[in-house]
């Protein structure tokens, strides 16, 4: 993280890490209302201002009761956070811009740019894309490319800048071809198809019809209804079986490209030989027109001209007419009309496109499916793929980059204020995406043999590589290395161990200590794990440069003291405990990590620590120890069990929940003693002391201190969950006075206690306290607050001995390893074989045992039945594979526990309403064991059969074809002499076929019993069709799953998976093997701190102030991320639902739209987050009066929803009454009731039949079947919600008036439509009918109901209701905030957009 800054009083330290990750991006979006107030305190907190504090979970710089001195903390800290903003953003300006034979247009410029951008700028605008090579001038003074704007001598308001062509290198001819090749394929969408160059697929423009900005204003709404076409698709509809795979990816018109030359490559002519050089030629290149005209050109210094040279005949002089031209472009235009017309017009589709279409995205994001693309001829990326691309691409002098050197400096850079921050926040993030891509190509190519061994003679598998400066390894257990750890198993596990491990380190961001750049990369079967190299490391042997740590697990051991120095700064936030251990000569050594992460300093004098595997304690249910019994809890569920390997450790998010919840433990310990001491004194001194316990009333200053100085001055991350109040570094005395002002309000206004955030969290454990009524509990654990913080701050001097013995009490109770205060921390080798400890410190290690005993309880007792109830209350909406994960690991649930939560679950009474996490659990978990069979089974396969290998498995794997049988490669190209023996370098190679023999019946038995041995599950199926019968799956969601999890593209067509006589795959439908690719996320700190304190405003009720916070998150977002990122994605989600509560329906529009267009391109077309986002979008385009876009954006979401994860879910329930709604707005009636019907019944299913959703949802059935005249219908429905009103919210309750009314009304209709058909069958056509009332609904009624169902309501506020809305909003997020606070994990952001009220 990043240490505050010096100007911000503490009151408002920079943020408050509540990691907004809570539900896994997607899934909750809904029901509860979740916010950047979480509480980890063990009592009720007002939350009347936004608590933008530390990461430290604990200081929560909550007002005092005498609110002035608090107000006016806040605000001036807010003031000196937006000053400091505003540094970034001085005022742009206009300046005008003059380019060769166009007309002088203006620029708006900011004095922070460089003038690079402004070429980046006119490379990009219609009328100048085609120049490359320019310089521009102010005055006849060329400007430096790398100076920023407001340096630059004259430059202001109006200037005129020119742009002078400069004469071409061979590097600028390179650029200048390459981005000629980049505008003639601007539209073409295979490099997305591809996966390279950070392309990614977007379809919302198919939907909306290009952009949605003016749209909406042109159409009249009244003449619009007679034009939509309601009708989706039959697979849309509720109850279809078919589940196509084609529209995933409709057809998009812009697509079809314009054909503007056949050929543009690299003439064979190259390089130009040395006397032409003399002439400045630099490179020839050869086209072919669309017209058919052969063309051989000369780049020069002076431009681009025609030659005479053909194919096989060298001539290098100037044909006749030469047309010399500076740019390629305005030469092919005069030799060629059919290029001049269709390039000006691809322009003018391109710069129509949504920006957010075409930037490149941070990281790569792969497609599973693509459609079969013309492979035509291309010389860039013929070049690229021959070169490493070091050449041009990277405009970096020195051509390889120094990974190393780049990721370390970066780091270094200072961060004393918010513009220094953010600048190297966006120089780390810039690296370690650069890093990542490169890393990811290194990987693929040491995998598919392009790169030389640095050891050659070994066998593959114990190969090393180097290139590009980045070292490679493979995932083998090399040298028996982890051979007491499990061999390979543990060799495969240690790389995302060491991930972690790193992730975890640079959250920490401690000054002098460097971790390396790490990516594991998955690719063909095989781990690929990527480093930067420490400088000088690979002169010199291993024993000689690791002076911390060990080199052969524990048996011989070095400490150093520069070393315990740094990584005592990251004990406290990592939970490491500092520990002796014996050497080989038993002495003891002090370590503050685990003994396998090693100490090396570099020749570039940094220290670097590396093998973190072991950075977090090892999990005991999965570590079988001889003579060491778990807790009951962990025994009864069959723990421990018996891993492939011996590095299965807990989740940071575990032992932050874990110390969370022992610290809630803590302080009733602390407090029932005080009582008890209490009770033992007389009634008058009883009476004084109570008095003492309403600190607030005193407002004395309270600081939650659990170090043994008064102030630790620690960095902002560095107290992540720890119960203390750290201070920024620095900072004024009047400032620490403010932070100590955190009062700690003991109980709410009516005096009762609150469940606290960690309480609930834990699902109510059973441990020895939390039974007792927790309202006595109040009145001491006030005192023991005090107490604690008095201990804390004076050393315990001065307090009289038995308070010392309650908190010694105490602190023996939860495990703390200090005496005086509160402090867990963890020993993290503890159980590792070869490690031996000093005897002196037996009893610490005992104590230190049973605290891992009791966490990996905890994770069985508390963590899983908290997950499960998130899903039964739906505050937790996992819809696929990856939202599952998330949402497990968000809790410190690791998925080797996924056969545990399956079982849990469905020995649960209330299983039915869980039946769609469940069906997605066993989807995971067949996905999971397939994926790790396909590992070892891809490994066997040599590169020539592979897309036969890969559709044969698909065959055994979904296929209902009971034999398959797999072509073998061996017909296509028979070799003449079969008898030589082939030496295949590939890693693992060999001329093996074994993988043919595989079937569908052996393939299943091997998942199934993969399942018993790592999930210790019992899946009850023996086929595919078994698996889908059984457990509800669907095979187009089983076949995503394993395309994502390995990284298969497959080709986008209607696969027959039942037909009983053909495979579903043939080798042709394989199209590619993609790498997956794991690396750390650099976190936008600054941003995010602002991000919540607007969430925080949000959901008090401040909109408008919130809104402000979120746009300046927005822009500080860009800053560190660029544009894409899926953070920023989550940010205009939440502007856009601001910007529509306020009423500005069209900028909410542009906002949700920009959203849409992200989360397509970061997550994926069909991610969860995306359908949700589509959603909030349709929504939009209805109030905007665009009826027809919001009915076709809904039916996408819902067909996405059906592809990912079926009919049968919650999330459905609220998409078809949106559909219904919308259905019912334009009269289709009949369509309505069948979306509304099945809405109705899922949400009876899941929220059971007597919720107020199902009222609900009775009730818009009600309003369609009134609209029919089908009274009786009606009746029967509004009679149902009204029976659940009455019963759930009382007679009084405005929701059963209205319903109540809503009946009457319904009754006088069917009354008055009976007497009309009586009239009628009595006097026959002659009968005088009164007109019937039948009335459509207005669109405003529509809008009102589709607002109610996605949980906004308007209501118009006086000042006391706002006051009782807060007051309710807080209480409910008491109630329902299980929060963890655990933004170091490196999760998704989960922004949540909550607003204040939900129904």
């Known amino acids: 993280m990043v240490s505050k800054t010096d100007d911000i009083p503490a009151s408002v330290p920079s943020c408050n890490t509540v990691d907004l990750a809570r539900e896994g991006e997607t899934t909750n979006s809904k029901e509860t209302s979740k916010t950047a107030l979480k509480d980890p305190c063990a009592c009720g907190h007002r939350g009347d201002k936004a608590i933008m504090n530390g990461d430290s979970g604990h200081d929560h710089a909550e007002e005092a009761d005498s609110k002035q001195d608090g107000n006016a903390d806040a605000d001036s800290g807010e003031d000196a956070n937006e000053q400091e903003v505003i540094v970034i953003q001085d005022t742009g300006f206009t300046v005008k811009i003059q380019a060769p034979g166009t007309e002088p247009f203006d620029l708006q410029v900011s004095p922070q740019e460089m003038v690079q951008e402004i070429h980046q700028v006119l490379m990009d605008r219609e009328d100048t894309c085609h120049r490359t090579c320019f310089s521009l001038q102010l005055d006849g003074n060329v400007l430096d490319n790398f100076a920023e704007l407001k340096s630059i001598e004259g430059l202001q308001e109006g200037s005129l800048l020119k742009v002078v062509e400069e004469p071409y290198t061979v590097r600028e001819a390179r650029i200048h071809v390459r981005h000629i090749r980049d505008l003639l394929k601007s539209l073409d969408p295979s490099d997305a198809y591809n996966g390279v160059d950070c392309n990614s697929l977007s379809f919302l423009s198919v939907f909306t019809d290009g952009d949605l900005g003016d749209t909406g204003k042109r159409k009249k709404k009244g003449s619009e209804l007679e034009q939509i076409d309601c009708t989706p698709p039959e697979h849309i509809l509720p109850g279809s079986k078919e589940r196509p795979l084609v529209p995933l990816q409709p057809q998009n018109k812009d697509w079809k490209p314009m054909q503007c030359l056949k050929v543009l490559t690299m003439s064979g002519w190259n390089p130009p030989p040395g006397n032409r050089k003399m002439h400045g030629d630099l490179m020839y290149l050869y086209v072919v027109t669309v017209e058919d005209r052969h063309v051989s050109i000369t780049a020069s210094t002076r431009g681009f001209y025609l030659n005479q040279s053909t194919t096989y005949i060298f001539n290098p002089k100037p044909a006749n007419p030469s047309f010399l031209s500076h740019s390629l472009v305005e030469l092919l235009s005069q030799i060629s009309p059919a290029f001049k017309k269709n390039f000006s017009s691809l322009q003018k589709k391109r710069v129509q496109r949504h920006p957010f279409e075409r930037i490149a995205t941070p990281f790569q994001v792969y497609s599973w499916t693509a459609p079969q693309i013309d492979h035509a001829m291309d010389c860039v990326r013929a070049e690229d793929a021959y070169t490493s691309r070091l050449g041009y691409e990277e405009h970096i002098p020195g051509q390889t980059r120094d990974w190393n050197e780049e990721l370390q400096t970066t780091r270094e850079l200072s961060r004393k204020n918010l513009p220094e921050r953010l600048l190297r926040e966006r120089a780390i993030f810039k690296v370690h995406s650069d890093f990542a891509a490169a890393a990811t190509r290194g990987a693929m190519a040491v995998i598919d043999g392009n790169v030389m061994a640095i050891n050659p003679g070994e066998e593959t598998r114990m190969q090393m590589f180097i290139w590009n400066n980045i070292f490679f390894s493979l995932g083998f257990d090399v040298r028996d290395h982890y051979r007491e750890l499990g061999g390979d198993a543990a060799a495969h596990a240690a790389p995302t161990n060491d991930l972690n491990g790193v992730r975890a380190y640079s959250a920490v961001d401690v000054e002098g200590l460097y971790t390396l750049g790490t990516v594991v990369v998955d690719y063909r079967g095989y781990r690929v794990t990527a480093q930067s190299i420490i400088p000088g490391i690979l002169e010199r042997e291993q024993e000689q440069s690791v002076i911390y740590g060990s080199i052969d697990f524990g048996k011989t051991v070095v400490s150093h003291p520069k070393y315990l120095e740094l990584l005592e700064k990251t004990s406290r936030p990592l939970k490491v405990q500092k520990h002796a251990v014996l050497n080989e000569k038993d002495a003891a050594v002090e370590l503050c990590s685990s003994v396998e992460c090693k100490g090396i300093i570099g020749n570039d004098g940094r220290h670097y620590i590396l093998d973190l595997l072991r950075t977090f304690p090892p999990d005991l249910n999965f570590l079988p120890v001889d003579g060491e019994g778990l807790a009951p809890e962990s025994q009864k569920l069959g723990f421990p069990r018996q891993h492939r390997h011996r590095l299965a450790c807990l989740r940071q998010e575990l032992i932050e929940a874990f110390v969370e919840h022992r610290y809630l433990l803590f302080m009733k310990m602390a407090a029932l003693q005080l009582m008890q001491q209490k009770a033992n004194k007389d009634s008058k001194n009883a009476l004084q002391d109570s008095s003492t316990a309403d600190a607030e009333s005193e407002g004395k200053p309270h600081a ?446 542009s906002n949700q739209q920009k959203a849409v267009l992200m989360s397509e391109r970061v997550l994926g077309i069909e991610h969860p987050n995306t359908i949700q986002e589509y959603m909030h979008l349709a929504l939009y385009c209805f109030a905007n009066g665009q009826l027809s876009t919001a009915l076709k954006l809904l039916y996408r979401a819902r067909y996405l929803m059906l592809v990912v994860c079926g009919e049968d879910h919650p999330e459905m329930a609220l998409l078809d009454s949106n559909i219904g709604l919308v259905l019912h707005g334009v009269m289709e009636y009949d369509l309505s009731l069948r979306f509304l019907e099945n809405a109705l019944a899922i949400n009876s299913k899941y929220h059971g039949p007597r919720s107020l959703k199902v009222a609900l949802s009775h009730h818009l059935v009600a309003r369609v079947y009134e609209s029919k005249a089908e009274f009786r219908s009606a009746l029967q429905h509004e009679k149902e919600g009204y029976t659940i009103y009455k019963n759930q919210v009382g007679e009084t309750h405005e929701k059963t008036k209205e319903s109540s009314e809503y009946l009457k009304y319904l009754t006088q209709q069917a009354v008055a439509l009976q007497r009309t058909m009586n009239e009628i069958y009595k006097n026959g056509s002659n009968a005088s009918i009164m007109p019937l009332k039948f009335t459509a609904p207005s669109m405003a009624s529509v809008l009102e109901q589709l607002n109610i169902i996605n949980g906004i309501i308007f209501i118009p506020l006086s000042q006391k209701d706002l006051e009782n809305l807060k007051a309710e909003v807080q209480r409910r997020q008491l109630m329902q905030d299980s929060g963890k606070n655990e933004e170091q994990q490196g999760n998704h952001l989960e922004l949540d957009d909550k607003l204040p009220v939900d129904d």
Not at 1065 to 1083: A, Q, R, S, Y
């Open 704 to 1149: 939650l201190e659990a170090s043994d100085k008064v102030i630790e001055t620690t960095s902002s991350s560095e107290s992540a969950l720890s119960p203390e109040a750290s201070v920024p570094e620095n900072s004024a005395p009047e400032s620490k006075e403010a932070n100590l002002n955190a009062e700690i309000p003991t109980a709410n206004t009516n005096g009762t206690h609150e469940p606290s955030a960690a309480e609930s969290q834990n699902g109510g454990c059973d441990s020895p306290l939390e039974g007792k009524e927790a309202d006595e509990n109040i009145p001491g654990l006030a005192q023991a607050k005090e107490l604690a913080e008095s201990l804390a701050a004076e050393d315990g001097s001065g307090i009289d001995p038995k308070s010392r013995e309650v908190v010694l009490n105490a602190c023996k109770a939860v495990g703390s390893i200090s005496n005086t205060s509160f402090d867990i921390r963890f020993n993290p080798d503890i159980f590792s074989p070869g490690v031996r400890f000093p005897e002196d410190i037996a009893e610490e290690i005992q104590k230190q045992k049973q605290l891992l005993k009791d966490a990996a309880a905890f994770l069985v007792s508390c963590q899983i039945p908290s997950f499960v109830k998130d899903c039964l209350d739906h505050s937790s909406l996992p819809m696929d594979g990856a939202t599952l994960t998330e949402a497990l690991h968000q809790r410190g649930i690791n998925m080797r526990y996924l056969g545990t939560v399956l079982e849990f679950m469905d020995n649960m009474s209330a299983k039915a309403q869980l039946e769609h996490i469940y069906r997605i659990g066993i989807c995971e978990l067949i996905t999971r064991c397939a994926k790790h069979i396909f590992k070892t089974y891809l490994q066997g396969v040599e590169l020539s059969a592979l897309s036969a290998a890969v559709s044969h498995f698909l065959n055994c794997l979904l296929s209902a074809f009971p034999d398959a049988v797999a072509h073998l490669p061996a017909d296509e190209l028979v070799s003449r002499k079969k008898s030589r023996k082939r030496r295949n370098r590939v890693p693992g190679g060999g001329d093996n076929t074994a993988w043919a023999s595989l079937t569908p019946s052996e393939l299943w038995k091997n998942i199934a019993s993969e399942a018993q041995s790592y999930y210790q599950f019992g899946l009850q199926c023996e086929s595919v069709d078994q698996a889908v019968e059984k457990y509800g799956l669907q095979k187009i969601t089983l076949m995503r799953e394993i395309s994502i999890k390995t990284g298969i593209q497959i080709l986008i067509k209607e696969y027959n998976f039942d037909s009983r006589h053909k495979p579903a795959f043939t080798e042709e439908d394989i199209l590619n093997i993609f790498p997956v690719v794991k690396h750390v996320n650099p976190k936008a700190s600054d941003a995010f701190h602002f991000f919540q304190s607007g969430q925080a405003k949000v959901q008090q009720g401040f909109l408008k102030e919130g809104c402000e916070l979120i746009n300046e998150a927005l822009n500080l977002f860009n800053n560190v991320y660029g544009a894409m990122h899926v953070e920023i994605c989550a940010c205009l989600r939440l502007l856009a639902r601001l910007n529509y509560i306020m009423g500005d329906h069209s900028e909410a529009l």
